[in-house]
């Protein structure tokens, strides 16, 4: 939405960006403005950019983390079943390219929930996120396997992992389960992906090059792997311990803006 103004022929002008003058004298953009009506209830009649949730699956937004213009990938609108928890309910986001490679864990145990890979996304890679983006990541629940081994059991809805950053899992990529815990359902971005082999809607770069990255699923053949995408976009296991690479993914809610260039802005 954008507000108008008249000129002097009658003519009204588009307002693009509207500012307002701070105590140091210095304009900062305005992101909503309101007017009262003669009920005195706020009416929105400038509005910076466009809602996130307004955005079509696959659409490539863009905020900096460690100070660089990053993409993102939106992955799904809304919360993606009732096996999620009502905090789901947003924008998903997936980077676009693998961030940076990680262990998994370094306990060479496949326990997400205690995972070096889920404290460090929850921790160092949170703060590196521009504040203005930082400030409106929603805090949400996820399915998750808890505990390590050959167990399927999974925790979901408000049992879900609580957590603001995280990796996707097996089942929100749309890949079959052979005995893994089904952590969600698929998520739009992934519907129209091979279920059992390689898939380029899948397959990601790090520093230009196609890798391997890491998903939250344990393979549950084994205390010591989980799940990851081989560089073809297929599905593949590694031990925890292993270096590979990883793609943030988180939500955000619907109403936080995107400017005319694809840069997050806020709500």
């Known amino acids: 939405m954008s507000g108008y103004v008249g000129d002097p022929r009658?003519?009204?002008?588009k307002i693009d960006k509207l500012y307002v003058g701070d105590g140091a004298g210095i304009a900062r953009a305005v992101q909503k403005a309101y007017f009262g009506d003669p009920r005195g209830v706020a009416e929105l009649w400038h509005?910076?950019?466009?809602?996130?949730?307004s955005l079509s699956v696959g659409s490539v937004v863009y905020f900096a983390v460690g100070g660089v213009r990053t993409p993102w990938i939106v992955v799904e609108q809304g919360c993606p079943s009732p096996m999620y928890d009502a905090s789901c309910d947003g924008t998903w986001l997936l980077c676009k390219d693998m961030y940076s490679s990680k262990q998994w864990s370094k306990?060479?145990?496949?326990?997400?929930?205690?995972?070096?890979?889920?404290?460090?996304?929850?921790?160092?890679?949170?703060?590196?996120?521009?504040?203005?983006?930082?400030?409106?990541?929603?805090?949400?629940?996820?399915?998750?396997?808890?505990?390590?081994g050959s167990s399927t059991s999974v925790n979901s809805g408000?049992?879900?992992?609580?957590?603001?950053?995280?990796?996707?899992?097996?089942?929100?990529?749309?890949l079959g389960f052979n005995n893994r815990p089904k952590e969600g359902v698929w998520l739009k971005y992934f519907m129209n992906c091979n279920t059992t082999g390689a898939d380029d809607l899948r397959a990601a770069n790090y520093n230009g090059v196609p890798g391997d990255w890491w998903l939250r699923t344990p393979?549950?053949?084994?205390?010591?792997?989980?799940?990851?995408?081989?560089?073809?976009?297929?599905?593949?296991?590694?031990?925890v311990a292993y270096l590979h690479g990883f793609r943030p993914a988180m939500v955000l809610p619907k109403e936080v803006l995107v400017d005319g260039d694809g840069n997050v802005i806020g709500g």
């Open 107 to 148: 306990t060479v145990k496949n326990d997400y929930s205690l995972s070096s890979i889920r404290a460090y996304m929850d921790s160092t890679f949170l703060t590196s996120i521009d504040q203005s983006v930082r400030s409106v990541i929603k805090d949400v629940r996820i399915p998750y396997r808890p505990g390590g």
């Open 158 to 174: 408000a049992s879900g992992l609580r957590c603001k950053v995280f990796l996707l899992s097996a089942a929100e990529v749309n």
């Open 10 to 13: 009658g003519i009204a002008k």
């Open 219 to 239: 393979d549950t053949a084994t205390s010591n792997n989980a799940v990851l995408i081989a560089k073809t976009g297929a599905m593949s296991s590694a031990n």
């Open 47 to 53: 509005q910076r950019g466009t809602p996130l949730g």
